[in-house]
């Protein structure tokens, strides 16, 4: 039986998912534990400010974080072996997302920043690290995200091959991966905004780190034209393959929004609203598959199954069967895996394939000019 851990810090900042995981293969899968560690407020609120706005002290700054990831994932591991009695011995790898800071896959010069030193990590547990996984993928022309649809594909798909799936995950920044039911071609990519910029929001207006439920933001209403408004942004419109991340999502980016609109609009109604752009965003990149125009090929989908912090939203998830009529909308848990553990066990999978010389990415979801073997490896 091999073991690996998987570390996922996303864009939402809401803690760092740790995950051990039993792969024997791509398709041999089990979750043995899982747990979420908090990140301190105050490299929380750091890491927040460097990810969307310049530094004076930038450089310095982004070394000091890559250290302190570094130390707190490995501490996260060093807990879930304490918690499950194993020894570093039993686990055959850590697989380590990083902590996201920049993500520029369209610039001249493509580039994506993840931190968290693995050095740190493989030093401190005495268990070989894989990180670096983006990079590999940009190399090769993609867009180095998303990563995680190779393993909704090997996890997620009907095996009786019936249900065309849409597996989407909600965090800071929200992704579909399409699972066609005839074994065809896996997409996947980027919509908008996921819980990213309504937590923002409440940060700066509610004095709270995130709307619990989506409680404050049904006592608002929808700013119809302050919507429309948003969703003009050409990112929506772009094709994909296509990634986004805070760093252009940004509360910059609602400042802006939010200038240029000419009406006033209330602290809850903006909360409303920006609740229906993650919904609207999302579901019009599904509905454009089932309808699709200029003769693309349509993919009736049957079922969407959501991960990730937003499936904690009630209001959130049921705007979206509002939205999504004809298909049912359910968490991932159906399907076996809690929503709350999909994309740190992704990364234990995707360590195990770079341990095994296999290859983790899609180039029918990145773009990239063909599948490679992804992240580096730092021995214990």
């Given at each position: 039986m091999a073991y690996?851990?998987?570390?996922?810090?996303?864009?939402?900042l809401?803690g760092?998912?740790t995950?051990?995981?039993?792969i024997?293969?791509?398709?041999e899968?089990?979750?043995?534990?899982?747990?979420?560690?908090?990140?301190?407020?105050?490299l929380?609120?750091?890491?927040?400010?460097?990810s969307q706005?310049?530094?004076?002290?930038?450089?310095?700054?982004?070394?000091e974080?890559?250290v302190?990831?570094?130390?707190?994932?490995?501490?996260?591991?060093?807990?879930?072996?304490?918690?499950?009695?194993?020894?570093?011995?039993?686990?055959?790898?850590?697989?380590?997302?990083?902590?996201?800071?920049?993500?520029?896959?369209d610039s001249?010069?493509?580039?994506t920043l993840?931190?968290?030193?693995?050095?740190?990590?493989?030093?401190e547990?005495?268990?070989?690290?894989?990180?670096d996984?983006?990079r590999?993928d940009?190399?090769?022309?993609g867009?180095?995200?998303?990563l995680?649809p190779?393993?909704?594909?090997?996890?997620?798909?009907?095996?009786?091959?019936?249900?065309?799936?849409v597996?989407?995950?909600?965090?800071?920044?929200?992704?579909?991966?399409i699972?066609?039911?005839?074994?065809?071609t896996?997409?996947?990519?980027?919509?908008g905004p996921g819980?990213g910029?309504?937590?923002?929001?409440?940060?700066?207006?509610?004095?709270?780190?995130?709307?619990?439920?989506?409680?404050?933001a049904?006592?608002?209403?929808?700013?119809?034209?302050?919507?429309?408004?948003?969703?003009g942004d050409?990112?929506?419109?772009?094709?994909?393959p296509?990634?986004?991340?805070?760093?252009?999502?940004?509360?910059?980016?609602?400042?802006?929004?939010?200038?240029?609109y000419?009406n006033?609009?209330?602290?809850?109604?903006?909360?409303?609203?920006l609740l229906?752009l993650?919904?609207q965003s999302?579901?019009?990149?599904i509905?454009?598959l089932?309808?699709?125009?200029n003769?693309?090929?349509?993919t009736?989908?049957?079922?969407?199954?959501?991960c990730?912090?937003?499936v904690?939203?009630?209001?959130?998830?049921?705007?979206?069967?509002?939205?999504l009529?004809?298909?049912?909308v359910?968490?991932t848990?159906?399907?076996?895996?809690?929503p709350?553990?999909v994309?740190?066990?992704?990364?234990?999978w995707l360590?195990h394939?770079?341990?095994?010389?296999?290859?983790?990415?899609?180039?029918?979801?990145?773009?990239?000019?063909?599948?490679?073997i992804?992240?580096?490896?730092?021995?214990?």
């Amino acid at each position: 039986m091999a073991y690996f851990i998987g570390l996922m810090s996303g864009t939402s900042l809401d803690g760092v998912d740790t995950a051990i995981c039993s792969i024997d293969s791509p398709c041999e899968f089990s979750l043995i534990d899982a747990h979420t560690y908090p990140i301190p407020e105050t490299l929380k609120q750091t890491l927040l400010t460097l990810s969307q706005e310049s530094h004076a002290d930038e450089l310095l700054l982004y070394a000091e974080l890559d250290v302190q990831m570094g130390h707190l994932f490995a501490d996260c591991c060093v807990q879930i072996l304490q918690k499950n009695q194993l020894n570093p011995v039993q686990i055959s790898a850590i697989g380590s997302h990083g902590q996201t800071l920049r993500h520029f896959p369209d610039s001249q010069f493509p580039t994506t920043l993840q931190i968290g030193d693995a050095n740190i990590i493989a030093h401190e547990t005495s268990i070989t690290t894989i990180a670096d996984f983006r990079r590999r993928d940009m190399a090769a022309g993609g867009q180095g995200a998303p990563l995680v649809p190779p393993f909704h594909q090997a996890l997620f798909s009907d095996p009786q091959k019936q249900m065309n799936r849409v597996v989407l995950n909600i965090g800071g920044i929200a992704n579909i991966t399409i699972l066609p039911a005839d074994s065809g071609t896996v997409l996947g990519y980027d919509t908008g905004p996921g819980n990213g910029l309504m937590d923002d929001w409440c940060c700066k207006h509610f004095d709270c780190d995130y709307d619990a439920s989506g409680k404050l933001a049904a006592q608002g209403k929808v700013d119809k034209d302050f919507l429309d408004l948003m969703l003009g942004d050409t990112f929506f419109s772009q094709k994909s393959p296509k990634s986004t991340g805070r760093e252009y999502f940004s509360y910059a980016w609602l400042e802006q929004q939010l200038a240029t609109y000419t009406n006033e609009v209330s602290a809850i109604d903006v909360l409303s609203t920006l609740l229906e752009l993650t919904c609207q965003s999302i579901c019009n990149e599904i509905l454009a598959l089932a309808n699709p125009v200029n003769g693309q090929i349509k993919t009736d989908i049957d079922e969407v199954f959501v991960c990730g912090g937003g499936v904690r939203n009630t209001l959130l998830m049921q705007r979206l069967q509002d939205l999504l009529p004809d298909m049912t909308v359910e968490s991932t848990e159906k399907l076996g895996l809690h929503p709350d553990w999909v994309e740190a066990s992704a990364f234990a999978w995707l360590a195990h394939q770079t341990m095994n010389s296999l290859t983790g990415n899609l180039p029918s979801v990145t773009g990239a000019s063909k599948s490679v073997i992804l992240g580096a490896i730092w021995q214990a």
